[in-house]
């Protein structure tokens, strides 16, 4: 049986079931053997009854109690009932439309039952427990693997398929090298495959775990660098008068945070290297990037050289656009901006004071990489919010220059096992600090019945000259989920609930200009409450705005809401997060009270990661990564760093992994891995 072949022809695998099994992404014989399990339980122990907890799945060794009791409560369904005791206590146990379970119980025999336990009262049970006599283990006396499923598969079906094919099928290859399996002490691929369907005890479990874990891992980490590899070919300048970013510190009305100091100070040891520049700048809502950002850009106009950088809106690049123009002023520097809204005029003049080199400071969006901007000498360029652009966007941005040095910005922190997959091509700083005198914003978690009182509140904010946001997780009425309009909850707030305000409403259908212009007349002040959907999640700075409502918050991702929340505090009045949600559940509740009782957005994220899992993590989809199915990016740091220690010794022995024993590696890798721009790394 080769690995490549269907699973159409695997026995018990018809025509029918061969769709289901589709379903799960299984088409071939490899397909099977990384169809790994979800979970597994343990039917090795045995409990006494009278230790058994409601709701546990447990193994107990029993015998008859009572007669057993065959009936028909009503039609369609049979049930069968028996007592049984284990010496310690009594349990019931039921099996429905099993009938042949009345003949298989016989008085004075021992049996091992699994199953899940229910109390009623004082009394337990158990409903539909597997069961084999004591001696003769076929369900239970080992640790059984769980499935993933679909409908009309169960996990029997599944079972024995993966059986046939740990037996039937051809050597699976060893993608990792027999100095790699030495080195770090690993299990065979063929003995950690049979370990994982089919363990023999916990200890060797967790060996082919490891195992399995560690080649997902080595994939991403050579992924990670080979494309760091690339980016440092070339040579970028050497900027020669970093010291000036100290200058640069001290014009300033305020002191920078020791955070931000740190990390200007990584940036200018890259920027004094002729090796091109890879960095991520992790900083919290409100901790200084820009400041950050315009230090080094100080540094690269000093050095002679131009420095751009690239949002990803029109008014968060106005922004920055003003803030730098007041800033570089007393040093006569010239700051163009490039942005789709331009008349054809303005285009014009600032795409040749980039051209000839008179604007040393450039910003703008992703207008910025069109084929006729042409600059004069870059030197640095910076992305602000990373993960609203592709891997394409930054790329095509760092090749405006012959060999530039690339800063990325984001107010997302990151836990660090995801940024080490997510940005390993990067090196990492994190702005951990945020600048004194900034207000926590206070939280609060509610449901509907404190409406008049939300209400109130934010009449009460906008009478004293504040201004709200309200956020909504829809814009149209669904019929699935009971989740607030934007559009209808603007009429509605308009209409009849501040019918002497000035509301506007902003959401993602609507153009561009759009936007621009309803978010610009908030600024201006001119509207008292902004209702919008999460396109305000990355937005410009509204320092009157003080409140900020967000309906239906268990819609949202811990992550984002903490973003939607930073698009207020952003000035000198005292701001207030109101989360609604009227989901009582045991996740909603331990979500909002994350919120509640932090502003740290680091701890936010790694509990936001905890309660999503990394699928639906903003960052792995752009960057071409390929799902985990074994690893754990919460739990399996030490995976990954070992991972890592591996793939730089194979990489300094094979760089582009050539060699033979780096065959069925370099042939894994290829077909999993996509590096910038979507282009093969080894090509």
């Given at each position: 049986m080769k690995l490549t072949d269907s699973i159409?022809?695997?026995?018990?695998?018809?025509?029918?079931?061969?769709?289901?099994?589709?379903?799960?992404?299984?088409?071939?014989?490899?397909?099977?053997?990384?169809?790994?399990p979800r979970d597994y339980e343990d039917r090795t122990s045995l409990k006494p009854i009278c230790e058994l907890i409601d709701g546990e799945s447990a193994c107990i060794m029993v015998r008859l109690a009572s007669e057993v009791k065959s009936f028909s409560p009503r039609r369609g369904l049979k049930m069968v009932q028996a007592v049984m005791s284990d010496g310690s206590s009594q349990i019931k146990v039921v099996w429905f439309n099993m009938p042949y379970m009345a003949q298989k119980l016989k008085p004075n025999i021992e049996y091992v039952l699994y199953g899940k336990v229910s109390y009623r009262g004082m009394s337990c049970e158990m409903v539909n427990p597997v069961l084999d006599e004591s001696g003769n283990h076929r369900n239970t006396g080992g640790i059984v693997p769980i499935y993933p499923l679909t409908g009309g598969l169960t996990q029997k079906n599944i079972r024995d398929v993966i059986n046939i094919v740990l037996t039937n099928a051809e050597e699976i290859p060893e993608l990792i090298p027999t100095y790699i399996l030495n080195e770090f002490k690993l299990m065979g691929i063929k003995e950690a495959m049979l370990e994982i369907h089919n363990p023999t005890d916990f200890e060797k479990f967790k060996q082919a775990r490891y195992r399995l874990a560690f080649e997902e891992l080595l994939t991403f980490q050579l992924g990670v660098c080979m494309v760091k590899g690339e980016k440092k070919k070339g040579t970028a300048p050497a900027f020669r008068d970093v010291k000036c970013a100290s200058e640069f510190a001290k014009s300033l009305s305020f002191e920078l945070t020791n955070a931000q100091k740190r990390v200007i100070n990584d940036i200018c040891r890259d920027l004094k290297s002729s090796e091109p520049m890879n960095r991520l700048v992790q900083g919290d809502v409100g901790s200084g990037k820009t400041m950050v950002a315009a230090a080094v850009m100080f540094v690269s106009i000093k050095s002679g050289y131009q420095a751009v950088m690239m949002a990803p809106t029109e008014i968060l690049a106005k922004q920055h656009y003003n803030n730098f123009k007041k800033i570089f002023s007393k040093w006569n520097v010239t700051v163009a901006i490039l942005i789709g809204g331009q008349g054809a005029?303005?285009?014009?003049?600032?795409?040749?004071?980039?051209?000839?080199?008179?604007?040393?400071?450039?910003?703008?969006?992703?207008?910025?990489?069109?084929?006729?901007?042409?600059?004069?000498?870059?030197?640095?360029?910076?992305?602000?919010?990373?993960?609203?652009?592709?891997?394409?966007?930054?790329?095509s941005l760092s090749e405006k220059g012959e060999s530039v040095h690339m800063l990325v910005m984001t107010a997302t922190p990151i836990p660090r096992t995801l940024s080490l997959i997510a940005y390993g091509d990067l090196d990492i700083s994190v702005i951990d600090e945020l600048p004194p005198g900034r207000q926590p914003i206070e939280t609060f978690a509610v449901n509907e019945e404190m409406r008049p009182r939300i209400n109130s509140f934010i009449m009460k904010n906008i009478n004293e000259g504040r201004q709200a946001y309200i956020v909504c997780p829809l814009v149209e009425e669904s019929e699935t989920l009971d989740a607030k309009s934007a559009i209808e909850y603007a009429e509605n707030l308009k209409n009849k609930v501040f019918p002497n305000l000035e509301i506007g409403l902003i959401y993602?259908?609507?153009?561009?200009?759009?936007?621009?212009?309803?978010?610009?007349?908030?600024?201006?002040?001119?509207?008292?409450?902004?209702v919008s959907t999460t396109v305000i999640e990355v937005g410009v700075d509204v320092p009157n705005a003080n409140v900020m409502v967000i309906e239906n918050a268990e819609r949202f991702g811990l992550s984002q809401l903490h973003q939607l929340r930073g698009r207020i505090g952003r000035g000198k009045y005292k701001s207030y997060c109101i989360l609604i949600s009227n989901d009582t559940g045991e996740t909603a509740r331990e979500r909002m009270k994350v919120m509640c009782m932090t502003n740290d957005g680091f701890k936010i994220s790694e509990r936001d990661l905890e309660l999503r899992g990394p699928g639906e993590y903003f960052g792995t989809r752009q960057h071409?990564?390929?799902?985990?199915?074994?690893?754990?990016?919460?739990t399996d740091m030490d995976i990954l760093t070992e991972a890592q220690k591996a793939a730089a010794i194979i990489l300094k022995k094979d760089r582009y992994l050539e060699l033979d024993e780096h065959k069925y590696l370099k042939e894994n890798f290829e077909s999993k891995f996509i590096s910038v721009g979507g282009r093969g790394i080894l090509s």
């Open positions: 159409r022809y695997i026995k018990g695998v018809g025509e029918k079931k061969q769709l289901l099994f589709n379903k799960l992404g299984i088409y071939t014989v490899a397909d099977v053997l990384y169809h790994l005029a303005e285009r014009r003049e600032n795409l040749e004071l980039i051209k000839s080199g008179r604007a040393g400071i450039i910003v703008g969006t992703h207008a910025l990489i069109s084929e006729n901007v042409e600059f004069y000498r870059l030197g640095l360029a910076i992305t602000d919010e990373q993960h609203r652009f592709g891997v394409r966007q930054r790329s993602g259908k609507m153009s561009n200009k759009e936007k621009e212009e309803v978010m610009s007349r908030f600024v201006s002040g001119e509207l008292n409450i902004l071409g990564l390929p799902g985990l199915k074994i690893a754990n990016i919460l």
